[in-house]
């Protein structure tokens, strides 16, 4: 499977990065910053005002399809400290997380779940800050 070139605002990377620079300073880095400050490093920064609707910003409510059963699932992307699997809120640095962020609408996206290798699609971006003229959030 070919990776998708992800976009993230300018914005979104800088509080990324202001969260997770500290983490890159020490002797081990847990798998999870890994993945995210990769996906970052080699993400295309837009400006938040100039950022499409249809890709999944942070705090972006999602509705996604499982390709395996074809059931539907809306989740919000947060940053950790906002997580709370149970409302749907899950944090960026979850397999989930770095799995959707900076994805488009109509791109699929897998990540481990509990029960194997999930795949899913994502159908709608339900609400997106960006669109929403939100940029304080």
Same mark, same amino acid.
């Given at each position: 499977?070919?990776?998708?070139? =992800?976009?993230?605002?300018?914005?979104?990377?800088? =509080?990324?990065?202001?969260?997770?620079?500290?983490?890159?300073?020490?002797?081990?880095?847990? *798998?999870? +910053?890994?993945? %995210?400050?990769?996906?970052?490093?080699?993400?295309?920064?837009?400006?938040?005002?100039?950022? /499409? =609707?249809?890709? !999944?910003?942070?705090?972006?409510?999602?509705?996604?399809?499982?390709?395996?059963?074809?059931?539907?699932?809306?989740?919000?992307?947060? $940053? *950790?400290?906002?997580?709370? *699997? %149970?409302?749907? =809120?899950?944090? +960026?640095?979850?397999?989930?997380?770095?799995?959707?962020?900076?994805?488009? !609408? /109509?791109?699929?996206?897998?990540?481990?779940?509990?029960? /194997?290798?999930?795949?899913?699609?994502?159908?709608? !971006?339900? $609400?997106? *800050?960006?669109?929403?003229?939100?940029?304080?959030?």
């Amino acid at each position: 499977m070919i990776e998708q070139k =992800r976009i993230v605002t300018i914005e979104d990377y800088n =509080r990324l990065m202001d969260i997770l620079g500290p983490a890159e300073t020490k002797r081990e880095v847990p *798998p999870h +910053v890994e993945q %995210i400050l990769k996906l970052l490093r080699g993400a295309e920064l837009v400006d938040q005002q100039e950022i /499409g =609707r249809n890709v !999944v910003t942070m705090n972006s409510k999602t509705l996604l399809k499982s390709l395996t059963n074809g059931r539907q699932a809306e989740l919000t992307l947060t $940053y *950790p400290t906002e997580a709370n *699997p %149970i409302n749907s =809120r899950i944090s +960026v640095l979850s397999n989930i997380g770095v799995a959707l962020l900076g994805i488009k !609408v /109509g791109e699929t996206v897998t990540w481990q779940t509990p029960v /194997g290798r999930g795949e899913f699609c994502v159908e709608e !971006v339900l $609400y997106q *800050p960006e669109a929403a003229k939100e940029f304080q959030l």
